[in-house]
T-cell receptor, first 108, second 117 residues
């Protein structure tokens, strides 16, 4: 069975600062993909970033980047220059298994 | 392209009733998956359908069932509703092929908020 664990139910950050959301997972597979999804108050879930396990280079999408540690089964999301619009629930996912989410609040 | 459409947006039912939720995927997407979202449990996977066949199933009781039609539209049914079934139900579609590689991006609908009284 696959599991995804997000140990931070809530986090807050000041606008323009950097924040890191944690995620650990467990799987017996060698080839897999990991995802971070964002769910703003509108409830519309959107993909933030995706990482293929075979790629050693960490994925980056503008202000969003990941720190992927395959051996440690860790997949954290770093948000740089946080903006008010980043306020949302963030879900880490492995295949169709999601973590419980981290509610991120960006304060002005 | 139109996004994933879920109907209805809100639903209120009483215990013991049954409910059917609908999900229309993005045109061309053949995979539809369903999730239950509650404040304490996050997103829990219910099941996935691909080409009218259930391909994966989560750990939910048999009261939760689904199906997919030839046009890829999917329905989810919950029978004998319980108070604990109150949740946001999300569906997602993807351009999955017959061989799941699980690198596909999921496109989510806005969900159906179900309240059981």
């Amino acid at each position: 069975a696959q599991t995804v664990t997000q140990s931070q139910p809530e986090m807050s950050v000041q606008e323009a600062e950097t924040v890191t959301l944690s995620c650990t997972y467990d799987t017996s597979e060698n080839n897999y993909y990991l995802f971070w999804y964002k769910q703003p108050p509108s409830r519309q879930m959107i993909l933030v970033i995706r990482q293929e396990a075979y790629k050693q280079q960490n994925a980056t999408e503008n202000r969003f980047s990941v720190n992927f540690q395959k051996a440690a089964k860790s997949f954290s999301l770093k948000i740089s220059d946080s903006q008010l619009g980043d306020t949302a629930m963030y879900f880490c996912a492995l295949k169709l298994t999601f973590g419980k989410g981290t509610l991120l609040t960006v304060n002005p | 392209k139109a996004g994933v459409t879920q109907t209805p947006r809100y639903l209120i039912k009483t215990r013991g009733q049954q409910v059917t939720l609908s999900c229309s995927p993005i045109s061309g997407h053949r995979s539809v998956s369903w999730y239950q979202q509650t404040p304490g449990q996050g997103l829990q996977f219910l099941f996935e359908y691909f080409s009218e066949t259930q391909r994966n199933k989560g750990n939910f009781p048999g009261r939760f069932s689904g199906r997919q039609f030839s046009n890829s539209r999917s329905e989810m049914n919950v029978s004998t509703l319980e108070l604990g079934d109150s949740a946001l139900y999300l569906c997602a579609s993807s351009q999955s092929t017959g061989t799941p590689n699980r690198g596909e991006k999921l496109f989510f609908g806005s969900g159906t908020q179900l309240s059981v009284l």
